[in-house]
């Protein structure tokens, strides 16, 4: 007898219906078709144990299997599940009534409970699309899916409750998430709040700035300075995510098995890899195509601390993503895109020995040493980071002061106010969401200076030797401090202060 089960592939972020067609007719083997990989063709043993153990059996006929479509290659054991229902309806040992309606997936253990899947959400998301009633898969992903209005998800835990349902008319609990509840969960209880940063007034304004109009930026400064303190408080001031930022980042991370008894992520993601990390794992890729960090900071912030002890080849691969904001992954047998919209947040020292430019520590660098340490930041990376500031140790007054700072929440409303003037103003431009993604048309139409500004900006970049890469991160930096003013020209304060967060342009650091 041939029956048909359904389930889901991913490919990149995007989930892909797969036909299992299971046929048992005369003669003994088993045989399994349509591009499996080493997990899926394993998969016999471990259905043989779990049908055992549930009182059922694999047939001693000859066992047909097809993943259609056929030329697509399948991977993981999240098929167990969708092969072991096909072959007891294939067998005529459990009843196949309403089979078509349902999208199933899941893991078995030896004893036929339910091990989580990966990609639960656009599989979900891709169910309802085509159409599917229900989706069962293992209780630990029904919370994600559930996310999807309009398909009935149900977590199971065990073999034994599939069969059950589709067999005795056993009902299964449906999983049912309020969306609107979990996307606003705790959104104003920050774990890292800005309150506990002692000092710092100006690095805090710099990283409210650079939130603001979703400026890269570079903190330079000696070991213990706080860099990395305040560089992981910056997701705590970004503007919430909408809900469409919130699914597809939750995406993302579902690929990766990373939001396993979660639901709807409602918080913009924070990733810190080592700087021993490969190419491949920053920008996604592999055999089996998977994310890379900078997708996994998409809507969020990627933070690279040290950036000079980064391997060259592994920054330079970062320079299209930053600029496209997506990422593409071609191989000869398969290309897949992933979105990397983030906001790149480095750190590193002034120099190797990481006290250049402090009067109360010797320098123990030569230029020679100076020169190649800062050579390993690429003037074409240097081009893409908008900001750069100084980072010095907070003086003891200040750490001995018991008085809270601003927190978070009060500055994230100036920087939701000021990309709400963003959005109003970039709203005929699909592609432009706020003043760091402009490009030079933009900047010229909406960054207009008077001449009283333009004369400052002139006489600025003669005597501190700006190179020429800095006068559009300066327009728009300073566009983004207007409207922190909600003002709606430039003027010459906020030129001046934009002056001051190009450090690493002047005559002296990179050349």
Not at 225 to 249: Q, W
Not at 310 to 337: G, N, W, Y
Not at 454 to 464: G, K, S, T
């Amino acid at each position: 007898m041939l029956k048909k089960v359904f389930g889901s592939s991913v490919f990149g972020i995007e989930a892909t219906t797969i036909t299992v067609e299971v046929n048992i007719g005369q003669g003994i083997g088993y045989h399994l078709v349509g591009l499996p990989d080493n997990a899926i063709k394993e998969s016999n043993y471990r259905i043989a144990a779990a049908l055992q153990h549930n009182s059922f059996k694999i047939p001693g006929k000859k066992i047909t299997i097809n993943m259609a479509p056929a030329d697509m290659r399948k991977e993981g054991s999240a098929y167990d599940l969708t092969l072991a229902i096909g072959i007891l309806t294939a067998s005529e040992q459990i009843k196949a009534d309403g089979l078509e309606d349902y999208l199933i997936l899941g893991e078995l253990s030896l004893d036929g409970t339910l091990q989580p899947i990966r990609g639960a959400l656009p599989i979900a998301i891709n169910a309802k699309e085509e159409g599917f009633k229900g989706f069962i898969l293992p209780a630990e992903n029904a919370k994600e899916a559930a996310i999807v209005s309009g398909l009935e998800v149900y977590g199971v835990k065990d073999i034994r409750e599939v069969i059950d349902f589709f067999d005795k008319d056993v009902p299964l609990q449906q999983t049912i998430v309020n969306i609107e509840e979990e996307f606003y969960k705790a959104l104003d209880f920050p774990e890292f709040d800005f309150a506990d940063v002692k000092g710092q007034e100006s690095i805090k304004r710099s990283m409210e700035i650079a939130a603001a109009g979703g400026h890269n930026i570079i903190l330079i400064g000696p070991p213990g300075a706080g860099k990395t303190m305040l560089a992981k408080r910056l997701p705590s001031i970004l503007p919430p995510m909408t809900m469409n930022e919130a699914l597809e980042t939750t995406k993302i991370h579902s690929v990766t098995g990373r939001t396993i008894n979660t639901g709807i992520m409602n918080q913009r993601p924070f990733r810190s890899p080592h700087h021993t990390i490969s190419d491949v794992a920053l920008v996604g890729g592999g055999a089996y195509p998977q994310p890379g960090e900078i997708s996994m900071a998409h809507n969020g912030v990627l933070f690279l601390d040290e950036l000079p002890e980064f391997k060259r080849s592994v920054l330079e691969v970062m320079r299209q993503p930053l600029e496209d904001r997506e990422v593409t992954i071609s191989r000869a047998k398969f290309t897949v895109t992933y979105p990397s919209s983030f906001m790149l947040v480095a750190s590193m020292n002034p120099s190797p020995g990481g006290y250049f430019n402090d009067p109360d520590a010797p320098v123990t660098s030569s230029p020679a040493e100076m020169q190649r340490y800062l050579s390993k930041i690429s003037g074409p990376l240097l081009d893409r980071i908008d900001i750069h500031i100084e980072v010095t140790p907070v003086p003891f007054e200040k750490l001995s002061d018991n008085r809270k700072g601003e927190s978070s929440v009060e500055i994230r409303k100036r920087v939701t106010a000021a990309r709400e003037l963003q959005t109003e103003r970039f709203q005929n431009l699909p592609t432009i969401h706020y003043n760091a993604q402009m490009n030079t048309k933009q900047i010229r139409e909406f960054c207009q200076l008077d001449a009283a500004s333009l004369d400052l900006l002139r006489n600025a970049m003669e005597r501190l030797n700006l190179s020429a890469r800095a006068y559009d991160r300066i327009l728009k930096v300073a566009r983004t401090i207007a409207d922190l003013d909600h003002e709606e020209k430039i003027s010459g304060n906020h030129i001046a202060e934009a002056i001051q967060y190009r450090s690493l342009d002047r005559d002296g650091w990179l050349g």
